[in-house]
């Protein structure tokens, strides 16, 4: 049978990649002021960052049910028999819902994967489910393995400015305002799909070392005995010069010499909270077929 794979850009995925693997990534919708604009199309980073620092009116949204089906209409009519959809995590939006819905009328033939993942670790999810259909996996049960192995992942990110958690109501006027004085920047984690506080360190410089930290706890801890090859780590950031996002990679790769390291933006959903200049790290465990 032939499968397809389709995320969501909250993934990450380039459309190079997206072409390089054969899959197929929905672009997630942004409203600036009362325009849409599609991540990965006509949004790019700068729009994005430059919109919000100037202060309009900046949101994402899920994808609409018709652009949904139309994609997975388009994929079954030409040649393929199963979908395997990887959107974002349930614990940040309703994508998954929605998308649980439209599939009951396939009758089986799209599986939508409760990926409890965004960005770097969804990525890596993607990527496992293309993996599992070249071993001729099907849908059905690619969709059981990456539910199964869906919380062995965690995403930290240091946050520079709290202006933007503060808009959001995740942070206090007060707490922000002695924070920014302080130089205090909080670090931020994603555990099965949910934004929570992680740990406060003065300096960016810190936060690095904190986050670095608990990946290296998470390899240790939570993956103890887990062979190096089935350890993926992913930098990310929403680095508005290019040289700062290569420096968090190499610093990464230098902390961890054994395991290769990639490096993606931030998705928009997450830059909307975190803003400018935001410092990402994810680890997660790969599906063994052992």
């Not at 099907?138 to 969709?143: F, G, L, M, T, V």
């Not at 130089?183 to 003065?202: E, M, W, Y």
């Not at 902390?255 to 290769?260: H, S």
Request: net charge neutral; aromatic share 8%; with cysteine.
């Amino acid at each position: 049978m032939k499968i397809a794979i389709v995320t969501d850009s909250n993934s990450g995925i380039s459309e190079y990649e997206a072409q390089k693997w054969g899959i197929y990534v929905l672009p997630m919708p942004v409203i600036i002021e009362d325009n849409i604009y599609f991540e990965g199309k006509n949004m790019t980073q700068k729009l994005f960052y430059d919109s919000l620092m100037s202060g309009k009116r900046v949101s994402t949204s899920q994808p609409s049910p018709g652009d949904v089906v139309n994609l997975w209409e388009s994929i079954l009519n030409n040649g393929c028999d199963e979908i395997v959809y990887i959107p974002m995590s349930s614990g940040l939006s309703n994508s998954y819902n929605t998308a649980s819905g439209l599939a009951l009328d396939y009758k089986g033939r799209v599986e939508v994967v409760n990926n409890h993942r965004i960005s770097v670790t969804q990525k890596q999810s993607v990527i496992e489910a293309v993996r599992l259909s070249r071993n001729n996996y099907s849908a059905s049960d690619i969709k059981k393995l990456l539910e199964k192995n869906a919380y062995e992942s965690s995403i930290y990110i240091a946050v520079n400015t709290l202006k933007y958690l503060k808009k959001g109501g995740r942070i206090t006027p007060a707490a922000a305002a002695i924070s920014s004085a302080l130089n205090i920047k909080p670090v931020l984690t994603i555990q099965g799909g949910k934004l929570d506080a992680f740990s406060v360190s003065r300096g960016m410089n810190k936060c690095k070392k904190k986050m670095i930290e608990a990946i290296r706890n998470d390899i240790n801890l939570r993956f103890s005995g887990v062979d190096n090859t089935l350890i993926k780590i992913g930098a990310a950031g929403s680095f508005l010069d290019d040289e700062m996002a290569v420096k968090w990679k190499n610093e990464v790769s230098a902390a961890f010499e054994n395991i290769e390291i990639t490096y993606d933006p931030l998705a928009c959903s997450i830059g909307c909270h975190v803003g400018p200049d935001a410092i990402g790290i994810g680890v997660s465990k790969v599906v063994d077929l052992s």
